[in-house]
């Protein structure tokens, strides 16, 4: 996955026409982008968390990897667009479809697919620099990890109604996280670790 990623983002790149201009700021419309998708995934709510008790699990969230006081921005942007794309794919099955109203599932998706987007310009420019590649291919294995572990559950709980809420908390949960990072990066640009 971590060789192919780098082929991906080319290939949106060269689709993705204008993009190219924009540098490695993200524009203030990620951040309320990021805050509807938030909305959207609080509104897909459909069975009850209490009634869900018994299906919860801890998926092992790598908050060391989201709170951004040790990544350098190139490493911040590729958790990011890690973080966005393993939400998108996990949203965008045929499983997920039967599970969701379609209405609001497709405000997620494309929500997160203006996100991604946003973060194309400044991954490309992050993994243009070899040493920086590595490193962040790193990071982002551990997030990949943790979506691996949600779709092995999605699997072992049969896509139930539970399952499927117990997860749709969780992404909220890290999605929630990833936007405290997403802030940082507007504000502080490259300086992470300041409050």
Not at 24 to 32: F, N
Not at 76 to 81: D, I, N, T
Not at 174 to 186: C, D, I, P, Y
Request: proline residues 3%; charged residues 25%.
């Amino acid at each position: 996955m971590a060789l192919l990623l780098p082929l991906l983002t080319a290939l949106v790149m060269c689709s993705c026409g204008p993009l190219g201009s924009l540098g490695c700021d993200l524009p203030m419309k990620h951040g309320l982008l990021s805050r509807k998708t938030l909305v959207v995934l609080r509104q897909m709510r459909r069975v009850s968390t209490s009634l869900c008790l018994e299906d919860r699990n801890d998926f092992g969230f790598p908050r060391e990897m989201v709170n951004g006081r040790q990544l350098q921005k190139a490493q911040a942007v590729s958790v990011l667009h890690e973080m966005l794309q393993e939400i998108f794919n996990l949203f965008h099955t045929q499983r997920s479809s039967a599970a969701w109203d379609t209405t609001l599932l497709v405000k997620l998706r494309t929500g997160l697919h203006q996100q991604l987007e946003h973060l194309e310009t400044c991954l490309e420019q992050a993994m243009a620099d070899e040493d920086s590649a590595r490193v962040i291919d790193n990071a982002t294995l551990a997030l990949w990890r943790y979506f691996w572990r949600i779709r092995l559950y999605l699997r072992e709980k049969n896509y139930s109604d539970c399952a499927w809420e117990i997860v749709r908390v969780e992404v909220m949960s890290s999605f929630s996280s990833s936007t405290n990072l997403q802030g940082k990066l507007r504000s502080k640009d490259g300086d992470l670790g300041s409050p």
